[in-house]
């Protein structure tokens, strides 16, 4: 066979081949607008949401800050696009056009129904450090807030969202390090239809306590004599000396001159 007939035939192949490829390729659509519940409020961050045709799940996102994005790839042109937020419907529908962006601000119709009682467990469940707290009985799609005591917790990963049998996992870091003696905690895990449930955590005590006194020590060696306090003691005493030496010094002077006087009376009289 010639080479033009080759080329012929490979020209012949590439038309047939390629329009078929690019007919086969999926295009896409896009969702986006703001997404409520059914009361009107912003949903949590991490709630699902999900795009549906023909009964079939085609697309899922996450909402976040009152927000979705959501692309839907296949060939679906003309047909409706229904949405769910968790497992509740949407009120609104979309048409899939392909390459097409469409703003669709989407709301709940009702609340969601949990799949059951809800319940978590914590492991460990005490302790302190890293705890993985897990759940069921959720509603599905939902996003879970995680609690101890009465304060929310920072959690890995930072969205929790119950999957579409109302589980959920994640971890958190027990805030309370240390404690002066043994104290229960309570855990609380709830979504956004207040479906909720708890479980008790210990922080053990820390410290250990305190031991029994232990015996006296030996007495210490007398100090030395202070300097000081005898050399006052000399000096009191030679004052007191010095000033008895006076007073009988002039003691004796009187008597003496008493007794001259004495005499030379008598000697007048004579």
Not at 203 to 213: D, I, L
Not at 218 to 245: C, F, Q, S, T
């Amino acid at each position: 066979m010639s080479k033009i007939k080759w080329f012929a035939l490979l020209a012949i192949l590439t038309a047939l081949i390629f329009p078929a490829m690019a007919v086969a390729q999926p295009s896409v659509c896009g969702f986006y607008g703001v997404v409520t519940s059914a009361t009107g409020t912003s949903v949590a961050n991490g709630t699902v949401v999900t795009a549906w045709i023909d009964g079939a799940q085609v697309a899922t996102t996450t909402a976040s800050s009152g927000n979705y994005v959501i692309k839907v790839a296949g060939n679906y042109d003309g047909k409706t696009v229904s949405f769910k937020i968790g497992d509740v419907q949407a009120s609104k529908t979309g048409t899939w056009t392909a390459m097409g962006n469409i703003k669709l601000d989407l709301a709940a119709t009702g609340t969601g129904t949990a799949t059951g009682t809800p319940k978590i467990t914590l492991s460990p469940s005490a302790g302190t450090g890293a705890v993985v707290v897990n759940g069921t009985g959720f509603t599905p799609g939902s996003a879970i807030t995680i609690k101890w005591d009465a304060a929310a917790v920072n959690t890995v990963p930072s969205a929790v969202v119950a999957d579409a049998s109302g589980t959920f996992g994640a971890i958190f870091v027990v805030p309370v390090a240390t404690a002066d003696k043994s104290a229960n905690y309570t855990v609380t895990a709830a979504d956004n239809n207040k479906v909720s449930a708890t479980a008790t955590f210990t922080v053990p005590a820390t410290a250990g306590t305190a031991g029994p006194a232990g015996p006296a020590g030996p007495a210490g060696a007398a100090g030395a004599a202070g300097k000081d306090a005898n050399m006052a003691l000399v000096w009191v005493a030679l004052i007191v000396g010095v000033v008895g030496i006076i007073v009988g010094g002039v003691a004796m002077s009187g008597v003496s001159k008493i007794g001259n006087a004495m005499k030379a009376s008598a000697q007048q009289k004579k």
